[in-house]
């Protein structure tokens, strides 16, 4: 559609057992003939998109909270920590870059509820006018955690004033912006499919898809409540970016995915400090 503008949005890196995010990859199984192999710490880059679109702007995900030293628990910190990040790669910070504070946001739509993706959703609590868009079923899931385990802090989604509005299903929310169910990595993940002008189709996968080799060896992670239904969405992206000739853009990678003749087949990585249109 004309006039839509995906801007990709980093906010520094986190890092973790490569191994955590790609499960049975290939390249890293020992095998018979070969019984030691180097484990990676690898850098797990932290993105969020800015979608302005004709009807309203939509952020895609909220990044990490600047106190996470303070919040996340000590198994998350050791896992995963948020190391390498500036103060102006936090989520208000890039946005005030931007020129946008929390309110001009029409629409916040998070992936999921992982402390990575929506950390920062509690700076929507005094904008009622915004909708903070998330599956049901990771609302309800989230609601439902006896405590905070798996990747979910409470104190990120259930904050007084901020007011969710889920969706059941796969759903336009505007015109040529599409959500699209992928549970398995949580219990309601969701990817968002993106219809341009010039670069085409674009899915934006969270992390029903961590990384490029995610998609190109179908290999799942570790932190996933689901295996099977992770394998079934991922397949599920796969056929709509088949059948739309889209660019993917993982969760947590640089590096793009592409199927057929997308506009943006000659482009290997995320244009950082650019747009899509």
């Known amino acids: ?50 979608i302005d679109h004709p009807d309203g702007r939509i952020l895609f995900d909220a990044s990490i909270h600047r106190h996470w030293e303070d919040q996340w628990l000590p198994e998350y910190k050791a896992l995963a920590p948020y190391d390498d990040y ?21 629409y916040v739509f998070l992936s999921h509820l992982h402390v990575d993706h929506a950390g920062n959703a509690k700076l929507w609590n005094t904008c009622p006018s915004t909708k903070m868009l998330v599956h049901q079923d990771e609302y ?25 509005t889920t969706l059941g299903g796969d759903t ?39 990384m490029k080799d995610s998609y190109d060896h179908e290999t799942g992670s570790i932190i996933s409540n689901d295996l099977v239904r992770w394998k079934h969405s991922l397949h599920k992206l ?4 088949r059948a739309h000739h889209a660019t993917v853009m993982p969760g947590h990678d640089h590096k793009l995915c592409h199927e057929g003749e997308t506009p943006l087949r000659e482009e290997a990585r995320l244009r950082l400090g650019g747009s899509y249109d």
């Open 1 to 50: 559609m004309r006039g839509i503008k995906i801007r990709p949005l980093h906010h520094g890196n986190m890092h973790a057992d490569l191994e955590l995010l790609v499960t049975g990859h290939p390249d890293l199984m020992l095998t018979k003939t070969d019984h030691v192999k180097n484990k990676v710490w690898c850098e797990v880059p932290s993105f969020t998109f800015l």
């Open 86 to 106: 500036t103060e102006e790669q936090l989520l208000e910070n890039t946005l005030k870059r931007n020129g946008l504070g929390p309110e001009d946001i029409d």
């Open 140 to 164: 309800a899931a989230a609601a439902n955690m006896p405590r905070d385990e798996h990747f979910f802090l409470r104190c990120d989604y259930d904050v007084p004033g901020l007011r969710f």
């Open 172 to 210: 336009e929310i505007l015109k040529d912006v599409h959500a699209v169910c992928a549970p398995g990595h949580t219990a309601g993940t969701m990817a968002l499919m993106v219809h341009l002008e010039h670069a085409g189709t674009v899915i934006l996968t969270s992390d029903a898809c961590y």
């Open 238 to 241: 796969k056929m709509l970016a």
